[in-house]
């Protein structure tokens, strides 16, 4: 950010704004002790699950907490049933081990005890301290063969299930837990918050050059319905893994082992885990015309392997800057160069089938075409060339020129 010219200004806290007109006015508190007067174009609220952005704005943040302890840390350990490269969940008896190595010598083990459920008093929670015996116990009632021999912190946190009603109010917008919070189930918290961001940024870059502001309702729209989706998915997922009885026991312990084997769950897991299977394909932004190839606009768009191309032996290896880039698939040099004339704030990549594998055939088809992606790396508009109404209306939409 500092390279853009960007200043980050920290122990700095935001005290209040208002918005009038269109406008906003904020009040923030230095290092120093002093106040400052701002008017930014937009407040985004990055400020966690406590955000002051969101509660200032008046946003309802609508859920509860899921009554269960957890346990975080770090520690050195030892054992046949230490973790190598992969991570590994245990159930036992209604609690969850899980555990994954930082490095050569560190190991990150989170605990969702469901013998501690009680009250769910996040502040009662907090208060605990905790010792190695905590996490070496249900270690040991798992039947997990390893020792804790050190550790570099530990504490205890709460989880709740929680979305905001909007992720815009006007020129406040929120994204990451300030707008969702949930259980770690799935490691889905950071990166869900990086994809908002993601989401985010190139839309309000392209307002800032002078695209319509109603642009900027997508960002709700889009992922809005991914933050639902995760809280139904980690709410359900936390309860599976956690329920306890002797059946649902011998059930859960003896079906997942085999499910979480067989080939399409591991992709739908991987896809899932990755983040690499969401999809926009409803979102209001997005123009699809048909064509061939299963790619469609609001997918995410994939690195594919181009042959014949000494330059670049990926089709997205050179594309490290924050536009559009607009795919042209079988075009003419001519249309190549009117294109990037024309789209002034977009990449223009040329390529023709024949430097696809079968693979990228598949996927983009050998139809003469045209794909745009955006700077988010998701296809926004899937079209034919020589269809330019329906080309510049989207482009303007997006702002590309």
Not at 4 to 11: D, E, F, S, T, Y
Not at 371 to 391: A, C, H, M, N
């Amino acid at each position: 950010m500092e390279s853009l010219g960007v200043k980050i200004q920290r122990k700095t806290e935001l005290i209040s704004f208002i918005q009038q007109n269109g406008n906003v006015s904020a009040v923030l508190r230095l290092p120093n002790g002093a106040k400052e007067e701002i008017s930014p174009r937009w407040i985004i609220g990055c400020d966690g699950a406590h955000s002051t952005v969101r509660e200032q704005a008046q946003i309802p943040f609508e859920g509860g907490g899921v009554g269960l302890s957890f346990f975080l840390g770090d520690f050195e350990i030892d054992g046949p049933d230490a973790p190598a490269d992969g991570l590994l969940i245990h159930w036992h008896k209604g609690n969850v081990v899980f555990m994954g190595r930082l490095s050569d010598k560190i190991t990150r083990v989170i605990l969702a005890l469901h013998q501690e459920q009680g009250s769910g008093e996040e502040k009662e929670d907090q208060k605990r301290k905790l010792s190695i015996k905590d996490f070496q116990d249900p270690i040991d009632s798992a039947g997990i063969r390893l020792k804790i021999r050190s550790s570099d912190w530990m504490t205890p946190f709460h989880v709740n299930d929680r979305q905001a009603q909007h992720y815009r109010a006007g020129n406040v917008l929120l994204a990451g837990d300030a707008s969702h919070i949930h259980s770690p189930i799935g490691g889905q918290g950071m990166n869900t918050g990086i994809q908002d961001a993601a989401n985010l940024c190139w839309k309000l870059a392209a307002v800032a050059r002078g695209t319509d502001d109603r642009l900027l309702d997508s960002y709700e729209e889009e992922r809005g319905q991914v933050g639902r989706a995760l809280l139904k998915f980690t709410e359900r997922g936390l309860k599976m893994a956690t329920e306890s009885g002797w059946v649902v026991e011998r059930i859960r312990d003896a079906i997942l082992p085999i499910i979480s084997g067989l080939a399409p769950i591991q992709k739908s897991i991987l896809g899932f885990v990755s983040e690499t299977a969401i999809e926009y394909r409803s979102s209001s932004i997005v123009s699809d015309h048909g064509g061939d190839g299963s790619l469609r606009a609001g997918d995410r768009m994939p690195d594919l392997t181009l042959l014949h191309k000494e330059d670049r032996a990926t089709l997205l290896a050179d594309w490290t800057d924050g536009k559009h880039l607009v795919l042209l698939l079988g075009a003419t040099d001519s249309e190549s160069g009117e294109f990037t004339t024309h789209f002034t704030h977009a990449r223009i990549i040329h390529v023709h089938a024949s430097d696809l594998d079968l693979e990228g055939q598949r996927l983009l088809g050998v139809e003469k075409k045209l794909l745009i992606v955006r700077p988010d790396g998701y296809i926004g508009f899937r079209g034919s060339i020589e269809k330019r109404d329906d080309l510049e209306a989207y482009a303007r939409q997006d702002g590309l020129c």
